[in-house]
């Protein structure tokens, strides 16, 4: 009985040890979409988001959400629990739903139109589960050229 408790928990310890020496991914939006039924009061857009893999060992999850800000106020949540894999120092190309209200969009209007060109966004949230192991968080700004 002791020897297989030692061993779970030498197990356990390693487990956490190698979490240690894991990089965070890169996390970019590649593209969005309208997509699927809309109204006047939630609109849904297909999101597709590069995630970069800096570690020397492939990268696999059960998922990822996140919040979209823009101009420091949120615009839209999304959420997958679509599992991915993401090769060592490489990088996979994730989709999923995007939904934003019509309030997001009306709070953003007048920025938006006196935005200069471009408007300054956020990307926040987590990527769950990674290697089995922990949720790793997601981070990102930047600014949007709306003009090219």
């Known amino acids: 009985m002791f020897k297989r408790l030692f061993a779970a928990l030498l197990v356990l310890t390693l487990a956490a040890c190698s979490t240690l020496s894991l990089k965070k991914p890169e996390v970019s939006l590649s593209d969005i979409k309208p997509a699927g039924k809309s109204t006047l009061f939630e609109q849904n857009f ?22 979209l800000f823009v101009n420091g106020d949120k615009l839209a949540d999304g959420l997958s629990d679509q599992a991915f894999e993401v090769p060592a120092r490489g990088s996979a190309v994730v989709n999923f739903r995007m939904r934003t209200s019509l309030a997001d969009w009306l709070r953003q209007a007048g920025s938006l ?18 290697n089995g192991l922990t949720d790793l968080p997601i981070d990102r700004s930047g600014r949007w050229s709306l003009t090219r």
């Not at 297909?46 to 919040?67: E, H, I």
């Open 46 to 67: 297909d999101v597709a988001l590069r995630v970069s893999n800096p570690n020397a060992f492939a990268l696999s999850a059960r998922g990822m959400n996140f919040t």
């Open 113 to 130: 139109l006196s935005s200069g060109g471009g408007v300054d966004y956020r990307l926040q949230g987590r990527i769950n589960d990674v």
